[in-house]
């Protein structure tokens, strides 16, 4: 099989970056390996099932912003690291969420198929929320 591309990896980085705006869990649930390590920005390792879990949450929020910038590419065969930027803002229960990140993916290619099977997200920031006004 051929190694791939950077514009390939970037291309993938897109695709879930989508399903992460639109919160597509059947897309979401495609793109993380079932035995997928996720770290979470308060220090907790975490599997698939509260990856999902969190993006059932998730899947109540309206999200107005979700951008990934500075994206960095390391492929090594069947093995691609990425790591990036991402700036989110959406609205929870009433709540505004601003919060930017420092993101790392390790995808795996099995099958043909690449997954990402471990993530390390980082806070570069503390959250900003505003709370709703009092009725």
């Keep these: 099989m051929a190694q791939i591309t950077e514009e390939e990896v ?8 989508q399903a992460e705006m639109s ?14 390590m996720v770290t979470a920005p308060i220090g907790i390792v975490v599997d698939k099932a509260a990856v999902m ?13 979700y951008n990934k910038e500075d994206v960095k590419v390391r492929i090594f065969g069947d093995t691609v690291v990425t790591s990036y930027r ?4 959406a609205v929870h229960e009433g709540v505004k969420i601003d919060q930017t990140f420092r993101m790392s993916n390790v995808w795996l ?3 043909g198929r690449w997954q990402v099977v471990a ?6 920031e503390q959250p900003k929320t505003e709370q709703r006004a009092a009725p």
């Design 10 to 17: 970037l291309a993938l980085e897109e695709e879930l970056r």
């Design 23 to 36: 919160v597509d869990r059947k897309a979401l649930d495609a793109f993380f390996a079932d035995e997928v």
């Design 53 to 65: 879990d969190e993006v059932d949450r998730a899947s109540k929020a309206k999200v107005e912003e």
């Design 86 to 89: 991402v700036s989110a803002k």
């Design 109 to 111: 290619r099995r099958g």
């Design 119 to 124: 993530r390390h997200a980082a806070n570069l």
